[in-house]
């Protein structure tokens, strides 16, 4: 049973569609044989202590009923560092997807920070750590 989760809401609005995916995940876990979880949307990584939850959640639920549970995160890959590549890998994230924009120049262009920035070589330098915790992909 795959799921999506987009990572922009605010947190009463979070709790509330926890508590409901929650339940239909324990109306489903008789009939799955394995949860496949992707976060996504906004920056999921801002709202990490959510996500880590709820994967809490997941993988209790899911060991408990013995179905196969996995996770993937795309990402801008700016909070991707090495503390948060161990806490993704020990919640069952095995794959980040990172999206970059082109070479520094063009990347910092196109997605700079609140500051004005460039985030490339932050990312790069976020990458080199996460390929010892993650499959890391770029689209």
């Known amino acids: ?8 809401a ?20 008789p009939h799955i044989e394995s949860f496949d979880v992707t ?3 906004g920056e999921p990584l801002v709202g990490k202590g959510s996500l880590l939850q709820l994967s ?5 639920r899911c060991d408990e009923a013995e179905v196969r549970y996995d996770a993937s995160i795309i990402t801008n890959g700016f909070l991707l560092d090495e503390a948060t590549c161990r806490e993704l890998a020990a919640q069952r994230v095995s ?9 520094p120049t063009v990347h910092d262009r196109m997605r700079p920070l609140n500051n004005g920035r ?5 990312i790069l330098a976020n990458l080199h750590k996460a390929v010892d915790y993650l499959n890391v992909e770029t689209p």
């Open 1 to 8: 049973m795959p799921l999506l989760l987009r990572g922009e």
């Open 10 to 29: 605010s947190f009463s609005t979070r709790r509330e569609v926890a508590a409901h995916v929650l339940k239909v995940l324990d109306a489903q876990l």
């Open 39 to 41: 976060w996504f949307g």
């Open 56 to 60: 809490d959640a997941f993988i209790l």
């Open 95 to 103: 794959s980040v997807q990172v999206g970059i924009d082109g070479p």
């Open 118 to 122: 460039g985030s490339f070589h932050t």
